[in-house]
């Protein structure tokens, strides 16, 4: 996969993260969906999954929105054109689309929010709008018209009459067409519009960007709304530098969220542990794999025999390293452990799917194998047929 046409990483995160969009052509040539525009239609029938229908022409007013579960009723009505279905966090619900995001790494895998996937037939839009994020617009099916405006908005710029926070007087300064297999980045601000030209199975990479509100009313269970501290601040990384591991939360920062938020918090230890927690804590619903409860010795025996585990996809992995250890967070649950469990832990954080040889040569055989056992008891790993 060329998934940054030509340029390194370090180029990639030194040009163009948080800076300026980049077109990619071809960032991931002949790529093929695990997932049909059908059974993403059935994700969106279903309860406990995030879906939105957005109907520019053809519903009760211009850009009407709505949410799911849907009915299959609900797509059989539907118009021929100017609509788009969009379901959220499909990486929680399909382990290949998981695996998709470790192409990612050179991002910290602590800053990733989910994978959304949308269908639109022709003409098919959200609008124009913009995001506080950074987003991988990746084509998978169809072509997909994007219009990009790059000056600044302000919320007067915003439409009143719509469920939906669209632009008015959205200018396109710059335009692609994009095919499958092409992926467009965004920084956060930049203003947008894509358009489906025929049926369109488009993915976005979307980043985590917390908010000094967000932050400091969950640090403290409160939030003081006479305080001064700037409740539209939102964190950002644009001097981002590539890391050894994505799962690793370096100390650069976790200083500058506690800058962002509170800079007079001084038990660093105490505050770590918290982010770590936080940032890892499971928002969706619980997936239930159905998985056999197994013996220590017949978990190591399929283990091997299987050869890989999957990682749960709504579950979030992060870790920090500390002196004299290493704290491994997994959805809002600390593990201190000692340093030998380093590159073990790096290495789950890293993947979403995890293989026997790799995990028995992080460390000693026995123990990685314990440790990975006691994971899977939890539900945070799965054998995936």
């Known amino acids: 996969m060329q998934l940054l046409s030509g340029l390194s990483r370090e180029e990639f995160l030194k040009q163009y993260w948080q800076k300026k969009p980049l077109l990619i052509r071809q960032a991931f040539p002949d790529y093929q969906s695990p997932l049909a525009a059908e059974e993403l239609g059935g994700l969106a029938c279903e309860e406990g999954v995030e879906s939105r229908l957005i109907m520019e022409q053809g519903g009760d007013k211009p850009w009407q929105l709505r949410h799911g579960p849907f009915k299959e009723s609900d797509f059989t009505s539907l118009p021929d054109s100017h609509w788009t279905l969009l379901v959220q966090a499909v990486d929680h619900l399909i382990p290949e689309l998981a695996c998709l995001l470790d192409e990612f790494d050179f991002i910290p895998s602590w800053r990733i929010d989910d994978l959304m996937i949308s269908f639109a037939q022709d003409q098919g839009s959200v ?87 967000e932050l400091v009313s969950a640090y403290t269970d409160e939030w003081d709304e006479g305080n001064d501290i700037e409740e539209d601040k939102f964190y950002s990384d644009p001097g981002l530098k590539i890391q050894e591991s994505p799962g690793e939360i370096k100390a650069e920062h976790l200083q500058a969220i506690r800058e962002l938020m509170l800079p007079t918090i001084t038990d660093e230890g105490k505050f770590n542990s918290w982010f770590g927690c936080y940032i890892t804590e499971n928002t969706g619903a619980d997936i239930d794999y159905d998985e056999k409860e197994l013996s220590a010795d017949d978990f190591n025996n399929k283990f091997k025999q299987f050869g890989c585990l999957n990682r749960s996809g709504q579950i979030r992995f992060s870790y920090i390293v500390n002196d004299d250890s290493v704290a491994l967070f997994v959805a809002g649950t600390e593990f201190n452990l000692s340093n030998s469990f380093l590159l073990l832990v790096s290495y789950i954080c890293s993947h979403h799917l995890i293989d026997y040889a790799s995990v028995i040569a992080c460390c000693d055989e026995d123990a990685a194998l314990d440790f990975i056992f006691k994971l899977q008891r939890a539900g945070y790993f799965f054998f995936y047929d």
């Open 127 to 213: 609008g124009p709008h913009l995001d506080n994020y950074d987003v991988f617009l990746l084509q998978v099916q169809g072509q997909r018209h994007w219009h990009i405006d790059d000056k600044e908005f302000t919320e007067s710029d915003f439409k009143k009459d719509t469920d939906l926070r669209l632009l008015n007087n959205f200018e396109s300064k710059q335009d692609w067409v994009l095919e499958a297999g092409d992926m467009l980045y965004l920084p956060p601000g930049v203003a947008h519009h894509g358009i489906a030209i025929d049926d369109c199975l488009t993915f976005s990479i979307g980043f985590r960007a917390p908010t000094r509100k």
